[in-house]
DNA sequence: ACCTGAACACCGTTCAAGT
DNA sequence: ACCTGAACACCGTTCAAGT
């Protein structure tokens, strides 16, 4: 069905909302936060800028549509793990994010520019329902689920800027953390100690443990541990 | 000791560093991040926009420069507290770089922008050394440390992006997350019944408190009461 | 050495005009 | 209703030219 007067090519579709969000996606894989640009997106879709605006309300807008498509879609499948404990499904869910925010690195800014909005909230509902499946009194679950939000945003922003640092030098994630390590080392020992102590660690550290682990950290802290006896490790 | 050749009017400073950066947080206090322009600080330091490419590298420097300012007072002030434990002098720590990046929300889009540069090594130093105080051992210090800052950073990261949307509407803070929860309570009820139920206590929460509950959650996640037992509650 | 300010190569967004 | 694309009001950064 066409909605347009003009005479489309054989397997031209109309302009729409689904397929400015999916050429923006393909450009903010292809090259970054920077490469999302309005007049990049109307010549990949062979269209005037102004058309987009006709379908968009805002570049914030096309960013928290594409970020809720890789949201939904993450969340999804860490929902659907069959035969896996609430405390094995929020697992699940914090490694999707994480590695969905590897393969979309432009997704952790995005996240953290508006955390009111959808894609925040379907993560937030995701984490709510398992912690309540876990036993977590409700009292406690504001305060976890924030605390789980608030920690795995802070990663996602981190790992985004990172992955910016090493594309902007035009290197690798790992000799750009190598980089830091160094620079971290050559610091002043009397003022950081600590700081020089464990640039080595940064060095050797696996991203992927180190996120599980804070997730760890938080739900021990809220005693999550005492009603899921049977949380994977 | 005039540096130029031009005369000084009496009370003017040659061009510096210092100068930018104190100006640069003049304007970024004063209108948040967008209003940080080389046009705007060349106008407020009368002088021409090239002529602060002088001394300083970038926008990025110079917002790094800008947070380590606020940072650096920051930690030393918490670090400073005299009679106070390791794991009370951590709360200080990150108490202050709460209200800092509430007094100065441009500080938390700032931080999350560079996390391995001079501002966040400052504060990954700070933790890391009240955590060795504490009495973690090294082997968990890492995690702990690495934990505590990508918390921290998510933290200040919303802050800042709330602030930043309520900016944008031109209302207080807490109008502003009274709209959200208003939008949550409205969400479908089948797909979203956590978020719906839990939008009251966005209304009513205590920002600060919470973010001292997360603190504390990822400090008893890593037995740290169990070597500290004068911890400050 | 340090500063000037015009110029360059971009942005997001708007809007009269078209179909 | 939907699209076009020039125009507007900006950006960060560079650089020849000045002192």
């Not at 660690?201 to 760890?216: K, P, S, T, Y």
């Amino acid at each position: 069905m066409l909605k347009n007067t003009k005479r489309l090519q054989r397997g031209e579709e109309s302009l729409s909302r689904e397929r400015i969000v999916a050429a923006a996606i393909d450009l903010l894989d292809g090259g970054g936060e920077a490469a999302l640009t309005f007049r990049a997106l109307a010549q990949q879709l062979a269209t005037g800028a102004g058309a987009i605006y006709y379908h968009v309300t805002d570049k914030g807008d096309l960013l928290c549509a594409a970020s809720d498509t890789i949201v939904l879609a993450t969340m999804a499948a860490a929902a659907a793990t069959a035969d896996a404990t609430p405390r094995q499904r929020m697992g699940a869910m914090a490694l999707g994010l994480f590695d969905a925010i590897d393969t979309h690195p432009w997704l952790g800014a995005a996240l953290m520019q508006a955390p009111s909005q959808m894609p925040m909230v379907r993560i937030l509902e995701a984490l709510g329902q398992q912690g309540s499946a876990l036993g977590v009194p409700p009292q406690s679950l504001w305060q976890l689920t924030s605390a789980l939000l608030h920690y795995i945003l802070g990663v996602a922003g981190q790992n985004a800027a990172n992955s910016r640092a090493a594309q902007a030098q035009a290197t690798q994630r790992e000799t750009f953390l190598d980089t830091v390590a160094t620079a971290w080392e050559q610091l002043d020992a009397e003022q950081f100690p600590f700081t020089r102590g464990i640039a080595g660690q940064l060095r050797a550290h696996d991203d992927r443990a180190d996120f599980l682990a804070g997730i760890d950290l938080l739900l021990a802290g809220a005693g999550a541990g005492a009603y899921a006896t049977t949380a994977g490790k």
